[in-house]
């Protein structure tokens, strides 16, 4: 069990464009750096201000990127699954966590030390260049993010969030395709700006028009181009 395990970690790490390009004895080695956590549903990976010294890689479950105001609203950054990448920004410069991590679900998670993962960094200057690509992607989430919430309606973005939900393992999205929604309607509407009220309503007039059928935690897809269709449509 523990050998089939360290097999799925290195397969995750040699699809994740950060790492392909290094033989299997390099991941091997960033492996050997690597200290593994499991967190249950709704567990702190860490908090807004805790000390930054670790990148953490995804490798069962979800993660939440959050922020949360003085006055206990709260923001969805980013949602984080198998194979992605998280704390980057303070492994690269040693600072504070900028934002809150929250695991969805059983979530399995390995992290590695600042105080490893530079010295290899510097001997391997394509991670490193990759490293900064994975940053820029980030960037560019954060204002797609920003222009959805500037130029989408709410029924828009909320279609948007489901067929990137529905594709998240690159299988093709077609009727009948049913997808576990580990997200309450709350971290929903976080995720796309939005208030709990106006998500269930919005889902509740989808099953109504016969796009979608939802019942407890799963939803199905009745009529995915027209949720498509949906993600696309400008205010």
Not at 173 to 188: A, D, E, F
């Amino acid at each position: 069990m523990q050998k089939q395990l360290h097999i799925n970690k290195r397969e995750i790490l040699s699809r994740h464009f950060l790492f392909r390009q290094l033989m299997p004895t390099e991941i091997d080695h960033i492996l050997a750096l690597a200290v593994e956590r499991h967190f249950q549903n709704g567990q702190s990976l860490f908090i807004k201000g805790d000390e930054g010294s670790s990148m953490m890689i995804v490798i069962e479950g979800k993660v939440i990127i959050s922020a949360t105001s003085e006055d206990g609203k709260e923001i969805t950054l980013n949602y984080i699954g198998p194979g992605g990448i998280l704390g980057e920004i303070a492994l690269l410069d040693g600072k504070c966590r900028s934002a809150n991590a929250t695991a969805v679900g059983a979530c399995t998670v390995i992290y590695i030390h600042r105080s490893e993962f530079i010295p290899f960094l510097r001997l391997n200057s394509d991670v490193a260049i990759q490293l900064l690509m994975v940053l820029c992607e980030k960037l560019r989430n954060t204002s797609d993010m920003l222009e959805n919430v500037g130029l989408l309606s709410v029924p828009a973005r909320l279609a948007k969030l489901i067929v990137k939900l529905a594709t998240s393992n690159n299988a093709p999205i077609s009727p009948g395709c049913t997808l576990r929604l580990n997200l309450s309607q709350q971290k929903m509407g976080n995720l796309i700006g939005a208030s709990r009220e106006t998500v269930n309503r919005t889902l509740a007039q989808w099953q109504m028009d016969g796009l979608i059928c939802l019942q407890q935690q799963q939803l199905t897809l009745i009529k995915p181009k027209e949720l498509i269709w949906l993600s696309e449509t400008v205010l």
